[in-house]
T-cell receptor, first 113, second 112 residues
Framework: AQSVTQPDIHITVSEGASLELRCNYS??????LFWYVQSPGQGLQLLLK??????LVQGIKGFEAEFKRSQSSFNLRKPSVHWSDAAEYFC???????????FGGGTRVLVKP | DGGITQSPKYLFRKEGQNVTLSCEQN?????MYWYRQDPGQGLRLIYY???????QKGDIAEGYSVSREKKESFPLTVTSAQKNPTAFYLC???????????FGSGTRLTVV
């Protein structure tokens, strides 16, 4: 079973609207958590990461994510989406004991004008 | 600028042939990784190496082989034993995994 789940395969949002992408992890202890973005045919770029401290994490490109232990979630948010945010987004975790990054299945974001 | 270089960007091979994908990094990272990406399946770990001359199988290692003779290089060979080799392959590296990985721009392999 996948240890990181992204329930939404596709999300369509209007330019200027807010965006929230869901991510759930299954590791019992607190894992290291990441959000990456991938433009078509390209590699992945790190948006933000969390492993301790403040549960609200700020990243690049105006993104933030909130770690909620009670919900085993690490959802990504952006208050106002730009057309350039259209891409695929991947949530990932590293279990505390290792270095292997496991990804969710990804969420493709489409931005309507 | 430091980074990870994957070459070539596109690769076509006939069925039954082995093919080697190149991955080079100048970030002085100890650890390197290979992932396979298929539509709708996210990224799956093929092999990883935490140090020169050592590597471990990931979740889908069957039909693949790697070597790590130099810190900068981690080539992946897709052998004829890999039943469905057509995919997008991504290489990554890290100092410590918890710092996040740096990814290359990928190689799209098509086997005909």
């Amino acid at each position: 079973a996948q240890s990181v789940t992204q329930p939404d395969i596709h999300i369509t949002v209007s330019e200027g609207a807010s965006l929230e992408l869901r991510c759930n992890y299954s590791y019992g202890a607190t894992p290291y958590l990441f959000w990456y973005v991938q433009s078509p045919g390209q590699g992945l770029q790190l948006l933000l990461k969390y492993f301790s401290g403040d549960t609200l994490v700020q990243g690049i490109k105006g993104f933030e994510a909130e770690f909620k232990r009670s919900q085993s979630s690490f959802n990504l948010r952006k208050p106002s989406v730009h057309w350039s945010d259209a891409a695929e987004y991947f949530c990932g975790e590293i279990k505390a004991a290792g270095n292997k990054l496991t990804f969710g299945g990804g969420t493709r974001v489409l931005v309507k004008p | 600028d430091g980074g990870i270089t994957q070459s070539p960007k596109y690769l076509f091979r006939k069925e039954g042939q082995n093919v080697t994908l190149s991955c080079e990094q100048n970030l002085n990272h100890d650890a390197m990784y290979w992932y396979r990406q298929d539509p709708g399946q996210g990224l799956r770990l093929i092999y990883y190496s935490q140090i020169v001359n050592d590597f471990q199988k990931g979740d889908i290692a069957e039909g693949y082989s790697v070597s790590r003779e130099k810190k900068e290089s981690f080539p992946l060979t897709v052998t004829s034993a890999q039943k469905n080799p057509t995919a997008f392959y991504l290489c990554a590296s890290s100092i410590e995994g918890r710092d996040g990985y740096t990814f290359g721009s990928g190689t799209r392999l098509t086997v005909v």
